[in-house]
């Protein structure tokens, strides 16, 4: 059975760097074809993809925050890493991290209601 | 981006009865080499994290009942929940994932009438 859990704080200043982290269970970011990739919905508004890392450590992200997002993997740790810096109110949002196939989402983590306010 | 406009926003049916989602997209989202359209269908029940329903339009997941299914091609695409069930209500999202950024609607929430 795949489940993905994301941690970190759910409270954060203005012009902060968010960190967040999904640990796998049952995936491997080591398997040829696996990816794991971060999307995050502000409340009451539709999912936002934000980043994408592939086994082979190839990265993909959403051209409008390529400057300040950034995604790693630890394999060995079976975790996968979101940074978001200089954040602001508009960052306001559950994260989710989620299994990437082709293209789309199949297992998705609980999510992380993160707050950004002083 | 691909710009992902579902309709209608909000939708009522009555239990054992059809709902139909639309979901446009602003570019054509089939690519020709392998004839698959690059578009998914999520359920997100509230308090919940969405969940795979449909991909490639019409392929549906595993455990996904078979009352839902997915049509269309190009730029116009249809979930269909063939006969409503109470547990059905929820918001439900379309995704394209032809092109980055990868881009969802902005969500159809389906209640009972």
């Known amino acids: 059975q795949i489940t993905l859990k994301e941690s970190g704080p759910t409270l954060v200043k203005p012009t902060q760097t968010l960190t967040l982290t999904c640990t796998l269970s049952?995936?491997?970011?080591?398997?040829?074809?696996?990816?794991v990739g971060w999307i995050r919905q502000p409340p009451g508004q539709a999912p936002e993809w934000l980043a994408l890392?592939?086994?082979?450590?190839?990265?993909r992200y959403t051209p409008s925050m390529k400057n300040s997002v950034y995604i790693a993997k630890d394999t060995s740790n079976k975790q996968v890493t979101l940074k978001l810096t200089n954040v602001g109110p508009d960052d306001t949002a559950t994260y989710f991290c989620?299994?990437?196939?082709?293209?789309?989402?199949?297992?998705w983590g609980q999510g992380i209601l993160v707050t950004v306010s002083s | 981006d691909i710009v992902m406009t579902q309709s209608p926003d909000s939708l009522a049916v009555s239990l054992g009865e059809r709902a139909t989602i639309n979901c446009k997209s602003s570019?054509?989202?089939?690519?020709?080499?392998?004839?698959?359209?690059?578009l998914a269908w999520y359920q997100q029940k509230p308090g919940q994290s969405p969940k795979l329903l449909i991909y490639w339009a019409s392929t549906r997941q595993s455990g996904v009942p078979d009352r839902f299914s997915g049509s269309g091609s190009g730029t116009d695409f249809t979930l269909t929940i063939s006969s409503l069930q109470a547990e059905d209500v929820a918001v439900y999202y379309c995704?394209?994932?032809?092109?980055?950024?990868?881009?969802f609607g902005q969500g159809t929430k389906l209640e009972i009438k």
């Open positions: 570019q054509n989202v089939l690519y020709s080499f392998n004839n698959k359209n690059y």
């Open positions: 890392i592939f086994w082979d450590g190839d990265t």
């Open positions: 995704q394209q994932y032809y092109d980055n950024p990868y881009t």
């Open positions: 049952g995936l491997s970011l080591s398997t040829n074809g696996v990816a």
């Open positions: 989620a299994q990437h196939t082709n293209g789309f989402f199949d297992q």
